[in-house]
């Protein structure tokens, strides 16, 4: 376990991203064994080049042959927030490579939690009884918490408004496969909604940076209303990285160019204030009439689930890659339990 320090109540993103730095958490090709997933921050090119390697060759293998990579090994997976794409995507990964599983969906109405447990205690007793825990938390440190405090590997099925790296894996995953494995560093990509809250952009922009995305002929765009603008703080991230940001609150002046559309729901839940709420929903919507603009190779992407964001018609376009997208998590997901696992 670890000797870092690190203030749970205090800890804001670039203080977690500074933890996250430390040769504990930095995730290099061949060395996922063991190894904590809290932030798409950690991973080297080389080791998101081998997760998506393992991916594909996970994609071509029999159910008899995947049952086999892991038999026996157990996964506890704890979710503090609603969730159906994740857990049941991590549930069925896990049990797919032969795994044992136990499923929290409700952890703080059902578990030990609501009789007031932290996360150091539950991760503790949790990691006893497994080999890894894949965590959901409404808090931004949370995941971070958990690892620090786990003796098994933590893997963050989404923390608050920080993080969601699987979400960012399998995002990528998408992309290489939808462009027909065109080069991600020569695309232009449209972040569009709730680019605040939404953590699924927070961490596809910092895994598309670290693979070279967003520089020479490659843009980011982010699309949003003000009052759920990119943070002020990832936005200067991004640009210190050499990344091209544009901000506008119009898809349509944007979607002609665009390679990637990548949807977002307003974060109903994280809004204290209503009326700002309110504001948020009125940022742009893709609809039939987006489609005539949109370039006739591009690919929409969201991570779901979609409230009004995407009109329906919307949906037999052959550029709709939502559904494909959430399909690809089982894969991702097995090869990272897989790695992180040590699997052979
Ligand atoms: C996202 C999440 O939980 O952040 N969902 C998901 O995991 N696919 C997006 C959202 O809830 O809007």
Redesign the pocket.
Known sequence: MTKIEFDTKTAGSAEMLAVLKEPEFVIDSGEFKGKSVVSSEQFTPAAIGQLMEVTRQIEKMQAKELLEILPGWRAAVLFY?P?S??YSSFMFAAMGLGMNTVGYLGMVDISSVSKGETIADTVKIFGGYSHVLIM?HPEKTAALEAALNSPVPVIN??SGTFE?PT?ALLDYYTILKETKFRDPRSLHYCFVGDLAK???VHSLTKLLAKMGAGRDGSYFSFVSPEVVKLPESLRFWLTDQGVHVYETNDLEEVAPYADIVYM??V?KERFVNLDEYELARMGSKLTAETLKILPKDAVIMH???RVDEIAVEVDSDSRAAYFRQ?NNGLPVRMALLALVLGAK
Request: proline fraction near 11%.
């Open positions: 927030e969730s794409r994740t959901r099925g989404g969601h979400q939404g953590r699924t977002t729901r974060q991570p779901l689930p959430a």
